[in-house]
């Protein structure tokens, strides 16, 4: 059984968030960082900021949601340990 993960990454030149879920994490970086995904193909800087491990897809699914649904800067910020 796989595990999965909500991630939120992190591009400077953006000064974007991004937020998603997956149950590879480091193939969805590189995915991310090499143009695969069309939101974040505008950059090749995305870094890693948060990882929170679910035990599958459906709770993955839901958590993504839950902090999206807060539309908040200040709470991803907050969420990812990041100052300022």
Same mark, same amino acid.
């Not at 950059?43 to 035990?55: C, F, G, I, R």
């Not at 897809?57 to 839950?66: D, G, P, Q, V």
């Given at each position: =059984?796989?595990?999965?993960? /909500?991630?939120?990454?992190?591009?400077?030149?953006? !000064?974007?968030? *991004?937020? $998603? *879920?997956?149950?590879?994490i480091?193939?969805? =970086?590189?995915?991310? %960082?090499? $143009?695969?995904?069309?939101?974040?193909?505008k950059? %090749? !800087? @995305? /870094?890693?900021?948060?990882?929170? +491990? #679910?035990?599958d897809?459906?709770?993955?699914?839901?958590? +993504?949601?839950?902090i999206?649904?807060?539309?908040s800067?200040?709470?991803?910020? @907050? #969420?990812? $340990?990041?100052? $300022?």
């Open positions: =059984m796989n595990t999965f993960c /909500v991630y939120i990454i992190y591009s400077a030149s953006l !000064d974007k968030y *991004y937020i $998603g *879920y997956t149950s590879e480091e193939k969805r =970086m590189q995915e991310h %960082n090499s $143009g695969i995904s069309s939101f974040t193909a950059a %090749n !800087d @995305w /870094v890693l900021k948060y990882k929170e +491990e #679910l035990p897809r459906i709770s993955a699914i839901t958590r +993504e949601k839950e999206k649904a807060k539309k800067r200040k709470y991803i910020k @907050w #969420l990812t $340990g990041s100052a $300022g």
